[in-house]
């Protein structure tokens, strides 16, 4: 058994998103550990082991300093599953958990599959003593399943021994590695005090031990799903009361910025948009959702599924709205949609706003020209479902590209650029009269007014406000 070991070597089932930059830096951050992320997907690792390092396969700010710094020395990427799993003294699962597409739960519980086929994986090829750890977001008690397929490989073997525990991650994406190096608190859920000790000794090498909380394993599960609830639910709140300003004259921006300057509200996660997209957000609200119901608990999973419902209005209502104010109809009008991802600092479009309204959009015969400074053309494509074959929208290479010919701009994703635009020179390129939807509040409406634009913001109505 290795249990009264250090833990030399770590192994990450899942190259994502997450796997990616939390074992990055722990890598960095933890030089006498090697740390080996494996993936079944080949193109995926290829791309995290390609010599140029702007290859990655995802773009955080930061990370890719510190890849260039660890990999090869104490950072491996590979698709070795099996050796890798039966050399760690530690596997962390960071595989995927999407919301399950059919089935019972279809739409709404998580798809547990990867999960499972990775405490499969562990439960066949580790050896002695190893500690499993979940950093995926997991419905709570998933644990216990694991323990299971786990222990039902100890009566197999007797030189196998498993310690479960919870450890979710809490990044956002694109301020992921300052999140992972200044965490508000790092969470660890589990039974087995040393297996937790081992964990919290990795950790301390960079994180105070005031951040680190241990709770028991269903404590965490759930906090992490609550977490997510928690800021989704402030986003709902703050955008299911731009419609009542815009309708009454009150200005979302002045709303929020009194409420956040109360401190017991907090001045965080109550920005107005066209609501919230990335993988968890919409995934774990309704995860939740699923497990109230399944314990009967009715009334508590109607009040988290509206989190979700006022997200669905927001952007479907933004998409009415723009095809209103275009005298009701986009058919053969060009529109410019600036910025595809779900948020600023990030390639990922997963659930992004985006897609629903320009999906909107093509479906009403509006031509659209688009442009974000980090998503590529194929992604558009298949987030769209449409080839750019079909000319039913372009990809544009940069703001001003993208607004040549165009009737309307629709800024979707709040990137810098889309803050510091030249509305004079845009305004030449456009056709008359040009529109700008700005549904992030981030665009200087008095430059874009006094360059003949007329002007939509999220939250106001110009007219009424005077
Ligand atoms: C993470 C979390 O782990 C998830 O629970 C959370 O809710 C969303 O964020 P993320 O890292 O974003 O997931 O997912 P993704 O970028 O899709 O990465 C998962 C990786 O796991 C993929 O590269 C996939 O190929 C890999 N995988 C999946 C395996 O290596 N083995 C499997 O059996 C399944
Ligand atoms: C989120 C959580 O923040 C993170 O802790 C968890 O680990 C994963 O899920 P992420 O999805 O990467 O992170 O991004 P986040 O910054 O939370 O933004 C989510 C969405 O909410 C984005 O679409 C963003 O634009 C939107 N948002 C955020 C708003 O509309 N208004 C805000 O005030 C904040």
Known sequence: ????????????????????????????????????????????????NDPDIKALPIYEP?????????????????????????QAD???????????????????????KWVEASARQISEYASGFTIVVEKSTLPVRTAQTIKQILQSSNKQSKNKKFSVLSNPEFLAEGTAINDLNYPDRVLIGGEDQESIKKLIDIYLHWVPRK???????WSSELSKLLSNA????????????????????????EVAEAIKSDHRIGKDFLDPGPGFGGSCFKKDILNLVYICDHYGLKQVSSYWEKVVD???WQSERILNVIIEKLFGTVSDKTISILGFA??????????????????????????LKIYDPKVSSQQIEKELCM???????????????SVKGSDAIVVITEWQEFKDMDWESLSKKMRSPSWLFDTRSICDIEEAKNHGFNIWRIGADLNLMN
């Open 211 to 217: 951040k680190i909380i241990t709770t028991n394993l």
């Open 62 to 86: 930061g990370l890719a300093e510190i890849i260039a710094e660890c990999r090869g020395k104490n950072l491996y990427f590979s698709t070795e599953i099996k050796k890798q799993i039966s």
């Open 310 to 312: 006022i997200n669905n």
């Open 230 to 253: 928690f800021l989704a639910q402030r986003i709902s709140s703050i955008n299911s009361v731009t419609a009542l300003c815009e309708t009454t004259g009150a200005d979302i921006k």
């Open 387 to 401: 080839p750019l074959t079909e000319k039913k929208w372009s990809f544009a290479n940069s703001i001003i590209d």
């Open 1 to 48: 058994m290795k249990l009264d070991r250090e833990i030399k070597k770590i192994c990450c089932i899942g190259a994502g998103y997450v796997g990616g930059p939390s074992m990055a830096v722990i890598a960095h951050k933890c030089p006498e550990i090697i740390v080996n992320v494996v993936d079944i997907n080949e193109e995926r690792i290829a791309s995290w």
């Open 90 to 112: 530690m596997i962390f699962i960071s595989v995927n958990t999407p919301t399950k597409t059919r089935g019972i739960g279809a739409g709404k519980a998580s798809d547990l």
């Open 342 to 367: 779900f948020k600023a600092n990030t390639n990922d479009t997963r659930e992004s706003p985006a897609i629903k309204i320009c999906r909107g959009l093509l479906e009403e015969g509006c031509k």
